[in-house]
């Protein structure tokens, strides 16, 4: 079999894309799957216009033009000989060192194009009989507790908060109760001095940094209280801060604009951010 990839049609075991693209580490890609019926394309101009919306959605450049695509497209159908089956594409930003921000300037698409032949759907037996169903609760994607690579809403959260000066978004849920950071958990010390963080559910990561921060303050003495916040007290907190393990503890002065109490770096967050060290596990590497 021959796949096309970036402007390459290649044998499988050499079709290969980089690790760092932002595809593979940070799911941010977009694709299409079109049926080929008797040598012919199945509603490709509805598919493409999806595909341009897609990438338009995602400020990622088309890789090439639509005329251009159809003319790949044609080519790894024609090289791998299938005359029933699918063509599937995928487009994602790139290939750049990992995070979340896009890269600026862009880098080059990645644009991936592979043909195989399947039963064609009007033939398809099981279409005599029926086929079975289950049914479950609505997940996508509501497994945040999961350290997954499913990074593209993080991206677009961090890409914005970018945009508007920030380094952080913190993610609002439905009843108006702060999540979580796209990579970080978040917190405030209210005006009783007590840290309050979001309690562990299927909403947030339960961040290494979050724990450690909890035993550096009860190594302290203070009170911590997992328990959710909402933006206005947040805004009316005495201090705020955000933990990840790149991050350790670090102090959030402003939110959406408005200052946090004086606006400067609080006591306890200063205080958290120099004990956490002592508190953390260091161990040799290797
Ligand atoms: N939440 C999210 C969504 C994250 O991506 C991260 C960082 N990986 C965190 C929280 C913080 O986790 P940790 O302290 O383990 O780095």
Known sequence: RIIYVNGRYLPYHDAKVHVEDRGFQLADAVYEVIEVSDNSLVDATRHLT???RSLSELSISPPMSEPALCHVMGQTIRRNRVRNGLVYLQVSRGESPRDFLFPDPPVPPTLVCLARATI??????????????????ETRWKRCDIKTVMLLPACLAKQQAHAQSASEAWFVDAEGLITEGASSNAWIVDRSGRLLTRPLDNTILPGITRRTVMDTAASLGLVVEESPFTVAEALDAAEAFITSA??????????????ISSGTPGPLCRQLRRSFARVAEHSPVG
Do not use: F, K, S
């Not at 350790?248 to 402003?254: C, L």
């Open 50 to 52: 999806r595909l341009w």
């Open 120 to 137: 064609p759907a009007q033939v398809d037996q099981r279409a005599e009989t029926g086929i079975h169903i289950i049914t479950m609760p």
């Open 246 to 259: 790149t991050n350790t503890v670090m102090p959030v002065i402003m939110i959406d604009g408005q200052r």
